[in-house]
């Protein structure tokens, strides 16, 4: 197995030996082994151990093995305990998920603070056949059988190509020592259960089956890499523009495609949207409707979707007090420049001239409501906010973000759209103001 591993660093991972590696140390076998092996090639390694305090005095003799290797081997170790329990339940999600989030969110902090190039975790081959038969016990897609990546970002699996038993082999030899994790004889668990009794079931029906599923895996991953590629395709046609703040996607487009449920699937699966009949049901809503993800919104917008991501609109409400002043506002990345003058300014984009006179001030800036009304310039009468975004076409993103100029609560100016006729300079005017939108700030 040394040798094997060997050969592997100086094929597919030349890039840790040069590298500053954190080796992420349970105390079970697996990792222990793969802390020997690291350590017999000279890599630059530390160690990361978690106790995660879910098995009593177990947990304590873990965390002391581990310990005592460090010593022995003169290796940093860093170690964290956990309140995996109290996590899990103010997160509303089961323990192992808790463990893993709370695992992987501390590597990347102490990788961060010690600057590792790489985290090593101890998955082997026999772990990434237990997710496999997972993930297709749930129904998984394409993507859920390709496995466990063997890079993954900065985190590193160099013994995803060896078997259970080819480790504990090497262990065995080696006189290495590991504790046995008493949770995973428990068969309450759907992945103890793959591992005690149907896939030693497996490998005996079949002494080749570790051989077989690994060509099998290579094979859909190569399927998954050239859907990939048609997908990228794919969104050419179908997206009609990106922004740092949202996609628009063609419907019409959409629809044309053959089986276009299965390509928004495809489109939209790394956005956390799962109910696809209801994005389906969406294509054909009225204009306006939405579905959300944890993370997203997906918007009807008369012919086109809008996936945005979700974030708390920010409630703008700004006196101003003067008639000479720059205006940072906050969430909406604008900064307005306020002058005034007694000439005739020059017009500029993403500005507005007004007649000072006809101002009473503090004026006041601040988000749109349902019932505003103003007297758009250049057309008669006056108009609700609401019918003019209507017949401005705005989606309802553009909505949410549409900040108003008012002086004593009537609107003098909708940002960067249109004026209020009874604001505007005029050829009598005297006294101007001009604001402008100078800059267009990030949030």
């Not at 010593?71 to 103010?90: C, V």
């Not at 772990?127 to 897609?141: H, P, V």
């Not at 705005?394 to 604001?423: H, P, T, Y």
Request: charged share 20%; aromatic share 10%; net charge positive.
């Amino acid at each position: 197995m040394l040798k094997t591993f060997q050969s592997l660093l100086h094929g597919n991972f030349s890039f840790l030996k040069e590298s500053r590696l954190l080796v992420a140390v349970s105390g079970g076998l697996d990792s222990m082994v793969l802390v020997d092996l690291c350590l017999k090639l000279d890599l630059n390694i530390y160690l990361a151990h978690c106790n995660f305090n879910l098995r009593g005095n177990e947990s304590n003799e873990n965390e002391d093995l581990v310990k005592t290797y460090a010593k022995t081997h003169s290796i940093k170790l860093f170690t964290n305990r956990f309140d995996t329990n109290g996590y899990a339940n103010s997160t509303k999600q089961s323990t192992q998920m808790a463990a893993r989030q709370l695992r992987y969110d501390w590597f990347e902090s102490l990788q961060e603070q010690q600057r590792f190039d790489f985290v090593l975790t101890a998955h082997h081959a026999d772990d990434n056949l237990e997710t496999f038969l997972i993930n297709l016990s749930r129904g998984t897609g394409l993507e859920g059988l390709t496995g466990i990546p063997v890079i993954n970002g900065s985190i590193v699996r160099p013994l995803l190509q060896f078997t259970r038993h080819e480790i504990l082999d090497f262990a065995t030899t080696e006189n290495l020592k590991w504790h046995e994790d008493s949770s995973n004889k428990k068969m309450i668990y759907l992945r103890n259960n793959l591992r005690h009794s149907i896939i030693p079931l497996l490998k005996d029906t079949n002494p080749s089956f570790m051989d077989s599923f690994y060509k099998t895996q290579k094979y859909l991953n190569e399927s998954q890499s050239v859907l990939e590629d048609y997908i990228l395709e794919i969104e050419d046609r179908v997206i009609v523009s990106v922004s740092e703040d949202q996609i628009l996607y063609d419907i019409n487009k959409i629809l044309a495609l053959n089986n276009p449920k299965a390509y928004i699937y495809l489109l939209l699966k790394s956005y956390g949207f799962t109910d696809w009949s209801e994005i389906m049901t969406l294509l054909e809503a009225q204009s306006g409707k939405q579905i959300s993800s944890p993370s997203h919104r997906l918007i009807k917008n008369r012919t086109n979707l809008i996936l945005c991501k979700i974030k708390a609109q920010s409630v703008v409400n700004i006196s101003i007090q003067n008639s000479h002043k720059l205006i940072k506002i906050p969430g909406h990345g604008i900064v307005l420049q306020i002058d005034s003058t007694n000439v005739v300014p020059e017009i500029s984009p993403e500005s507005v001239i007004l007649d000072l006179k006809t101002l009473k001030f503090p004026l006041t800036l601040r988000n749109w409501n349902e019932g505003d009304y103003f007297y758009p310039s250049g057309m008669k009468g006056k108009k609700k906010l609401s019918k003019f975004f209507k017949d401005q076409k705005l989606s309802l993103v553009e909505k949410e973000n549409v900040l108003i100029l008012c002086s004593n609560d009537q609107v003098v100016w909708v940002l960067g759209m249109r004026a209020d006729n009874r604001f505007i300079s005029s050829k009598k005017t005297i006294n101007f103001l001009k604001i402008s939108i100078i800059n267009n700030a990030s949030n």
